[in-house]
């Protein structure tokens, strides 16, 4: 199923984030945790995309055996950093044999080890866009950053590269995590107010590890409030307490976001079905998360 059908629907839908492995000889144990994730029938799952193409294969792999094992409609990742229009085609047309019909079009990071220049054929993600839409059949995607994208030189300017995608074809967004669903709410007047009016559907990471939350705030430049690291501060060094707090923390953000009638709302995993499984049960009586009963 095509991902705008799913969000034209007035139910609320939660899905999840997972990844495939980046090695070849890990991808039965990948696979096993993404299954699990699977396996707690989320509205939809989005599988992720290595640097450069690196884990191309594994990611569309995964996702047509999550849709074909457990009925659950997937979206590929596809970044455009290092990768050739020719390239870009032949991706697109496995997706279409494996029966993806969703994609999340990005740019995506310079690998580390890419010798020359990867922006050759694509420089920005909005050409990717309008190449998916050329090639026809699939509900295209895109990534906005609610706090800017760290290469933006201001938030107006990330908004109108927004824009830009959406122009050429998106029919969905969804952010860049964040740990204060204020700074959301004012990213979506902000592009509201430039005219974009797709769905944009927020991005929520559960911390259990500190590492992950300095890791965050390296990669992306995110805002953590006092009251987050605090938690972090307390918990971190309790591995089960710290994973309790962080599930927490996601699902207060969660019930958040749909008290104010936000309805569509996407988790990163990190491939970890048990922090699937706390949020679906905190939210049970909430929503229906369609997870599977032990």
């Not at 996601?250 to 499984?277: C, F, R, W």
Request: glycine share 10%.
């Amino acid at each position: 199923m095509k991902l705008d059908t799913i969000l034209l629907k007035n139910d609320v839908t939660l899905s999840f984030e997972v990844f495939p492995p980046k090695v070849t000889a890990n991808y039965e144990s990948v696979k096993e945790a993404a299954y699990g994730v699977a396996k707690r029938k989320p509205s939809y799952m989005s599988v992720t995309y290595g640097a450069g193409g690196s884990t191309g294969g594994n990611t569309l792999k995964l996702a047509k055996g999550i849709q074909e094992e457990y009925g659950v409609t997937t979206i590929a990742h596809l970044t455009c950093v290092g990768a050739t229009k020719e390239g870009i085609r032949q991706a697109l047309t496995q997706m279409r044999e494996a029966g993806i019909e969703n994609v999340l079009a990005l740019r995506g990071d310079r690998p580390k080890d890419f010798e020359g220049d990867p922006f050759t054929e694509y420089h920005y993600a909005s050409e990717l866009v309008e190449d998916i839409q050329a090639f026809g059949g699939m509900c295209i995607g895109g990534a906005c950053y609610p706090e800017g994208h760290v290469e933006s030189e201001n938030t107006q300017e990330d908004i109108l590269n927004l824009k830009k995608k959406v122009d050429a074809g998106c029919a969905y967004l969804t952010t860049q995590m964040f740990f204060d669903n204020n700074i959301f709410y004012n990213f979506l007047c902000r592009v509201r107010e430039a005219g974009i009016g797709v769905p944009v559907i927020p991005g929520i990471m559960p911390i259990t590890r500190p590492s992950q939350l300095q890791s965050a705030v390296r990669l992306s430049g995110c805002n953590v409030p006092m009251r987050f690291r605090s938690i972090v501060d307390c918990f971190g060094k309790n591995p089960e307490a710290m994973q309790q707090a962080g599930i927490i923390y996601a699902t207060d953000q969660i019930i958040d976001l749909i008290a104010n009638g936000i309805k569509h709302i996407h988790v990163y995993s990190m491939n970890k079905p048990e922090v699937v499984k706390g949020i679906q049960e905190s939210l049970c009586k909430i929503i229906y998360t369609g997870g599977q009963k032990d």
